[in-house]
């Protein structure tokens, strides 16, 4: 979005993240309401950074979207009368608790331009891939 030249629809973002567009909309109004970007109506509205890409954080972004839970994986509680399970369970919840932590502060040093950067760099070496080929 930051390298474009005007709005981007919720519809072509949403094809590139292979999503819905409400899913995008959704998302998308989160980080409107704490400035990361704006959003214009009508036919050639859209949405645009609004924010400095060095100033926004993963961070940033992952509280502005609520917080969701940054991994995938869990404990199951299938038996939790299960006393060997209870045991192992306490001894997940503690690395994952430490992993989280960890991640998320490293979410703390990796800004938007960061980002941008390395995507630049790696679209360059697709698009000197496909040239080759």
Known sequence: MAE???PVTSETLAQC???NPVV???TMGLLREVGIVSSAKGHTGGWTIAADLGAVTLRQLH???GEPAVFAIG???ETPECLVEQAVNSVLDDA???AEALL???FETVTLADLAVDFAR???EWRERRTIS
């Open 4 to 6: 474009q030249d005007g």
């Open 96 to 98: 994952f608790a430490e």
């Open 122 to 124: 790696r679209h360059a």
């Open 75 to 77: 404990n199951r509680n």
């Open 63 to 65: 509280e502005a979207l």
């Open 24 to 26: 995008v909309r959704r």
């Open 104 to 106: 998320l502060k490293r």
């Open 17 to 19: 993240m292979n999503t």
